[in-house]
């Protein structure tokens, strides 16, 4: 007698599909990880951006009197951090063409050179003019390479000043001179362009009977 398997209509249960639930908390670490990455990333860029942040300029090896023609053998270059680029341009670029440049005012070493201090041959060749200035008839923090008017105040009451000569550079000025009060004095030596030697005998006649009083020119 062969047994034969009792079927039934119903099929064996099922097993209930597994799915695979997401790691909420993995997600929240991934991005957190990519949002530091990115934050490394940035500041990382920053903080070489700003390193390199920097102007290199021309400063003096020694002191480098008026007249020097410049060469590479007086300076040496340094990186200067400026607060703005209106700053940096106030000084000599290291890749600027000493050829030609010479020195239009005393620099001291270790100074970064001005602009204003390195002229071409042709502006240097001006005639030196030492002038005997009370204290009260400048201002105090006149300094070297300031422009200025130099003006003659007559010693006689009832007659007006005369100006002498306009934009004029100041090469050189001592400190003060003399007993505190109306006779200290302070020596200036200013540079005469060869347009201004036209008037240097009829200035020199008013200075003898006033004072020169220099007016500072904006910058």
């Known amino acids: 007698m062969v047994d034969t398997a009792v079927r039934s209509g119903f099929g064996a249960p099922s097993v209930p599909a597994q799915r695979t639930r997401r790691a909420r908390w993995k997600d929240g670490r991934l991005v957190l990880g990519v949002l530091l990455v990115a934050i490394t990333a940035l500041v990382g860029a920053k903080l070489l951006s700003s390193a390199d942040d920097t102007t290199t300029i021309w400063a003096a090896k020694r002191d480098l009197p008026a007249g020097t ?11 200067v951090r400026f607060t703005s680029g209106q700053d940096a341009e ?10 030609g440049l010479v020195v239009a005012r005393a620099i001291d070493a270790g100074e970064f050179v001005p602009r204003d201090a390195a002229v071409p041959q042709a502006d240097s060749d001006r005639t030196e ?3 005997s200035v009370a204290t009260g008839r400048l201002p105090s923090d006149t300094a070297n390479g300031d422009k200025v008017d130099i003006w003659v105040v007559p010693k006689d009451d009832g007659q007006a000043a005369k100006l002498l000569w306009s934009d004029v550079r100041v090469l050189q000025i001592d400190s ?17 362009a060869p347009k201004d030697l036209q008037k240097l005998p009829a200035a020199l006649t008013a200075m003898s009977q006033g004072e020169p009083t220099l007016v500072r020119r904006a910058a």
């Open 176 to 192: 003060v001179k003399g007993v505190a009060g109306g006779s200290a004095r302070r020596q200036v030596l200013v540079a005469l």
């Open 69 to 79: 023609k410049l060469t590479g053998e007086d300076l040496a270059t340094v990186r």
């Open 129 to 131: 003019l030492p002038l």
């Open 90 to 99: 106030q000084y000599v670029a290291a890749d600027a063409e000493l050829k």
